[in-house]
């Protein structure tokens, strides 16, 4: 997506302080309020996924039940459909005590309010600058199901801002008074068998595919991904198996006016999901088609293909369990042919004790460009993935000319209590390529490949099942890559951020 650059102001972070007090009202009621039941799953999921939620929460709840094995892998697993926040209505007005709260089981609603403050050291994206800022996001998710049956109709309204922000001001950040969804669907319940929907989409769409790296419904990033187009979902969370078939034009931000549609970039995807072949393997194929047709003079068109194929699973009840997924792509870069490869290794170990213990080794590799003045691009192309926690939290380092091993421990003291640290160590696939995202290259490799070490921990805490807060603090031991630059020195990241889901 396009970054818009403005002006940064400064403004206090809570500008409607009565709106903010009664969500926080609403959030210290009692647990008995009618918040989703967990997600039910026939083995243990990762304590905490950071997945669609901008906080993680040590469950994923949602209106649908899992029935099978979802990954351990950290932020991998797609946000329910529809999102996490979202109750049934009827749930609510029973809550209220009204006597005829059944009635309103057609209707899905759900307010979600993200407050975070960011302490950042050296921020490479921007500049190698240093900030203290408060982001702020509010969606509000409307949508009509049953009553009309097979016709079905979802809205979902985004609000993301940013205060006190030095740094250049990017839609990554701001995206005001916005549309995040708006569609309408046909549905089947039955059409593929007993419980085996059918669904058909078009509109405005926002959604995770296979394990959120190429395709992802962003949750700690104050704004979000979405689409233009037509979905066609065979399945749902709760199938032995699921099909998607997708062709959209990916949603251009504005920070201050309405987002639209990039009619020049057609997105175009197959993927499936097989989860009951084998308790132990799972599978997720899948096949995407980025097309750029750009107009006016000195543009350039893409076609990248990206074909891949996720499998995760259990081994047997070692207590053991592993997450593989590899792409490759190929097609045409502007000028030049494009030949990349991705892949991510993980294999964690659950140990048998009431904190859940589990600790996780893993390796990512993205292919850089080695050659840039040759007729072939190497650099592998992140698409619409998320970046956040699989590279780190301090959003310095994406799935694009990047090697990096490293580890995870988490456990849960206590049942609302989740605690997790990372060691991570980065390279660049290509000295010759770029940084991404800080877009700063070396030429010739002058300045080594080595980035540095990462150590980076968080702290979740579900005050009631509305409200969660987490705290996490990340720090970057400048490489040889990085001292050699003007002004190269050690990176700290610093986040305070709470939840309410109403």
């Known amino acids: 997506m396009h970054r818009m650059f403005a002006q940064p102001r400064r403004r206090w972070p809570c500008a409607a302080p009565a709106s903010c007090g009664?969500?926080?009202v609403l959030a210290l009621a009692p647990a008995s309020a009618p918040a989703q039941e967990p997600a039910a799953v026939t083995t243990q999921p990762a304590s905490t996924q950071h997945d669609e939620s901008a906080t993680s929460q040590p469950t994923a709840p949602s209106i649908s039940e899992r029935k099978y094995y979802v990954t351990r892998a950290i932020s991998a697993t797609p946000a329910p459909d529809p999102p996490v926040y979202v109750h049934r209505a009827s749930a609510l007005a029973e809550w209220f005590g009204a006597a005829d709260a059944a009635s309103l089981s057609w209707l899905?609603?759900?307010?979600?309010q993200n407050t975070r403050y960011e302490h950042r050291q050296n921020y490479y994206p921007a500049g190698n600058l240093n900030d203290n800022r408060f982001l702020m996001r509010n969606r509000a998710?409307?949508?009509?199901?049953?009553?009309?049956?097979?016709?079905?109709?979802?809205?979902?309204?985004?609000?993301?801002?940013?205060?006190?922000n030095d740094f250049p001001e990017i839609t990554q950040d701001v995206d005001e008074n916005d549309l995040l969804q708006a569609f309408g669907e046909l549905y089947f319940q039955n059409a593929l068998g007993e419980k085996h929907p059918l669904s058909f989409r078009a509109g405005r769409q926002s959604f995770d595919l296979v394990n959120r790296r190429l395709v992802a419904r962003n949750g700690f990033r104050n704004s979000t991904n979405a689409f233009d187009g037509f979905r066609l979902r065979a399945g749902d969370d709760t199938t032995s198996w699921e099909i998607n078939v997708l062709a959209a034009m990916p949603v251009e931000r504005f920070a201050r006016r309405l987002d639209q549609p990039d009619d020049e970039r057609w997105f175009y995807g197959l993927t499936g999901y097989f989860r009951a072949l084998d308790p132990g393997i799972l599978f997720k194929p899948y096949y995407f088609v980025l097309d750029e047709d750009r107009k006016g003079f000195n543009k350039y068109d893409r076609e990248l293909h990206t074909v891949g194929l996720n499998v995760f699973g259990l081994l047997g009840d070692s207590g053991f369990d592993y997450d593989l997924d590899g792409a490759w792509q190929f097609g045409k870069s502007r000028r030049r042919n494009h030949r990349a490869f991705a892949t991510h290794a993980e294999l964690g170990y659950t140990i048998t004790h009431d904190w859940k213990p589990r600790l996780a080794a893993?390796?990512?590799?993205?292919?850089?460009?080695?050659?840039?003045?040759?007729?072939?691009?190497?650099?592998?192309?992140?698409?619409?993935?998320?970046?956040?926690?699989?590279?780190?939290?301090?959003d310095m380092f994406t799935r694009e000319n990047l090697i990096q091993p490293g580890l995870r421990w988490t456990v849960k003291p206590l049942k609302n209590l989740t605690l997790e640290s990372f060691y991570r160590a980065y390279w660049l696939a290509s000295d010759s390529d770029t940084w991404s995202p800080s877009n700063v290259r070396a030429r010739y490799g002058r300045n080594g490949d080595f980035l540095g070490h990462g150590l980076d921990v968080a702290v979740i805490y579900q005050i009631t099942r509305q409200w969660t807060i987490e705290i996490g603090y990340a720090h970057l031991t400048a490489g040889e890559f990085i001292q050699n630059l003007p002004n190269g020195d050690d990176s700290d990241f610093f986040y305070v951020q709470t939840t309410l889901r109403l």
């Open 108 to 112: 899905d609603v759900g307010i979600e």
């Open 362 to 394: 893993f390796v990512d590799y993205a292919s850089g460009d080695r050659h840039p003045f040759d007729r072939t691009n190497e650099r592998f192309d992140r698409l619409f993935g998320a970046s956040h926690m699989f590279y780190a939290p301090t």
């Open 22 to 24: 009664a969500l926080l």
């Open 141 to 164: 998710y409307l949508g009509i199901r049953e009553i009309v049956d097979p016709l079905r109709f979802g809205f979902e309204f985004q609000d993301a801002r940013a205060f006190g």
